[in-house]
């Protein structure tokens, strides 16, 4: 991994001035995700606050960075990335509470906030129990699951917008973002740091009861391991776990990586196996449907370090 070709002398020694911001350089990034397989990234930068992120972005732009947020809807190939992975912590942990809005911090877990409004009577957050992700992902994504999703919900957001070489901190509205289904126009060089959503108040028994539920159906539904949840957004009027059931690879093996028993948008990750394998199944997997259903799946994980043309193919782009 060559630091200096991403990272030039006089911008690590501005990083290490930064307050509350740590480098790490070749660092771990695959063994960071839910797939915990694939290589490392040039350098690994984590902020504990809205401050040292700006100083951050400030210095390291306009080179290509990625945000991490729980690592459950990435893939990084075998051989890693040339990049700057982003880690947002401390400030970002943080939930903030008024009768009905709350402002949840970008690194906010999504379950944990979740059980923390049921518990204070809030509803309409019940649905993010169930996804494995942060809030600043979530929103970038309008993540959403068992009839809801962020959208519906969310009323801005705090994010760092990258243009014309330069980052600028706006506080968008839901409208400015973009927001449709699992996606918006929240870029991959943008950072979102914090979120507003407007609530309801709620009866907490019944908040738990549902939280309950949504937890019991992905347990029975889902499964466990080594993945990143579902691999390609469901087409329009359609399920991409039952167009690829369809045509039999629902548990399809490819050397270290399998199209889950239990759920065929799911693909699984042995222990100590290869992201180049997964990335391979994908490929496979996408192209079979496209080729034997007419239907061109996109997927809903972030593909790092993989071949450019073939990633952009499997994003729909």
Known sequence: MNEPAVLAAEVRAGLAGIEGAFVEYEAEFGSKTTYRVGGRCS??????????????????????????????????????????????????????????????????????????????????????????????????????????????????????RFSDGDYHLQQASKNDLGLRYRGSNIADMDVVASASFNLVRCDEAESRRRISEIVSWRRKHQPGGQNAGSVFVNPDNDHAARLIESIGLKGFKYRTAEVSQRHANFIQSSVGGSGDDVFELIWLVEQRVEAELGVRLRTEIKLIGFDVERSRHLRGE
């Not at 912590?89 to 970008?106: N, Q, S, W, Y």
């Not at 999504?110 to 129990?129: F, I, T």
């Open 43 to 160: 350098a690994m930068i984590t902020c504990h606050s809205l401050g040292s992120l700006g100083e951050v972005l400030e210095l390291v732009s306009p080179r290509p960075i990625y945000v991490l947020g729980n690592g459950s809807n990435t893939l990084v190939s075998d051989r890693g990335w040339e990049g700057i992975v982003l880690r947002l912590l401390g400030d970002f942990e943080k939930i903030k509470v008024g009768p009905t809005r709350v402002r949840l911090g970008a690194a906010v877990s999504l379950p944990v906030a979740a059980r923390k409004l049921a518990s204070l009577g809030l509803g309409g957050m019940e649905w993010a129990v169930g996804i494995p992700g942060t809030v600043g992902g979530a929103v970038k994504m309008n993540a959403g699951g068992h009839g809801s999703e962020a959208a519906l919900w969310l009323e801005s957001a705090e994010v760092y």
